[in-house]
């Protein structure tokens, strides 16, 4: 038998202990990490605890209470039931029973559940999605992004090889960034100029997250001989995976393939050895259009489709 208990801050330390010895927690699903944006949400996740009194499973959640919807988590891209390595599958679907009937008395009319994909687990770890279908939930959006499988990466295309080369005879080199100040200007500039949006993070958010998680949360740039970034990426270490959080090129460097080079300098020296090197998302509207420009930039590098799945469960 397991409890259902409310999160509060002094769990911080056991609750991050956790995350690091389950079978598919992240470091996004750290306090630090979800707490970096604490004033923006209310805070509703749940922990489980064993009958010895240890975590056996966590849910990272927030509440909406103008419409009275609990996410897991709203500000993250994925946060569902996090277990240890040791709980049984009986015990996962009465923490999903204790979830529900703790959301229902709290007034919740819906869940929305973002469970984390699997390529970010260590071990397979999918009950929760069984017994949400047990209780009526139904997929309410389906994302696609690009992942490279590196144990057998099928290997950039021809263009990206003619890209990589032209930028490695301008004399252009990569180099590991601290300051993002730079990468986040020519972000910004592509976001707003192509798919009129704005980076989710800002400068100073993203400083401060990499404050935080200095082996995580890495900046890779290209840079031009005359020093000028060209291209980047900010990249999440998740262990296993490696997940490109955002990539931007300069129109210069768009020119001499800067983002190329960067691209194939992570693929090919820092995570080679990794399990799986995810890009993220090319959809949009919750799944509704895909993007061909992005899908096809992605998988010319050998990307191949992942889901990230959102569900919805009508708790009245």
């Known amino acids: 038998m397991i409890k259902c208990v409310t999160y509060c801050p002094s769990y911080a330390r056991h609750w991050d202990r956790m995350v690091e010895q389950s079978r598919n927690g992240t470091f996004l699903l750290k306090r630090a990490y ?32 103008t419409t009275a919807t609990v996410y897991s988590h709203q500000g993250l891209t994925y946060g569902g039931l ?30 929305i559940y973002k469970p984390i994909p699997y390529i970010y687990s260590k071990y397979p770890s999918q009950e929760d999605l ?9 997929l309410q959006s389906r994302s696609l992004s690009q992942t490279i499988y ?32 730079q990468f986040w200007h020519i972000l910004d500039h592509t976001l707003r100029t192509r798919h009129n949006v704005r980076p989710v993070h800002s400068i100073d958010e993203l400083h401060l997250l990499m404050s935080r998680f ?34 931007a090129v300069s129109d210069r460097g768009r020119e001499v393939g800067a983002l190329d080079h960067v691209v194939s300098y992570l693929l090919t020296e ?47």
């Open 270 to 316: 820092v995570y080679a050895l990794r399990q799986y090197f995810d890009f993220g998302v090319s959809t949009e509207s919750g799944g509704k259009i895909l993007n061909p420009g992005l899908t096809f930039q992605k998988e010319s590098f050998g990307g191949r489709g992942i889901c990230y799945d959102t569900w919805e469960l009508n708790l009245l």
């Open 82 to 111: 996090i277990v240890s390595a040791d709980i049984h599958t009986e015990q996962i679907g009465e923490a999903i029973d204790m979830a529900v009937n703790h959301y229902r008395e709290m007034g919740a009319r819906k869940l």
């Open 214 to 247: 200095p082996e995580q949360i890495c900046l890779y740039e290209t840079h031009s001989p005359d020093d000028e970034v060209l291209a980047g990426t900010l990249v999440f270490d998740c262990g296993q995976t490696i997940h490109t959080q955002y990539l």
């Open 150 to 181: 590196l144990p057998q990466a099928i290997g950039l295309n021809t263009l990206r090889y003619r890209k990589l080369n032209k930028s490695l005879l301008a004399g252009n080199r990569v180099c590991k960034s601290t300051d993002v100040t």
């Open 130 to 138: 069984y017994f949400l279908f047990r209780h009526g939930a139904r």
């Open 34 to 65: 979800m707490d970096y944006h604490h004033d923006r949400f209310t805070d509703a996740s749940l922990v489980f605890v064993d009958h010895k009194g240890h975590f056996a499973a966590l849910l990272p959640a927030n509440i909406d209470v």
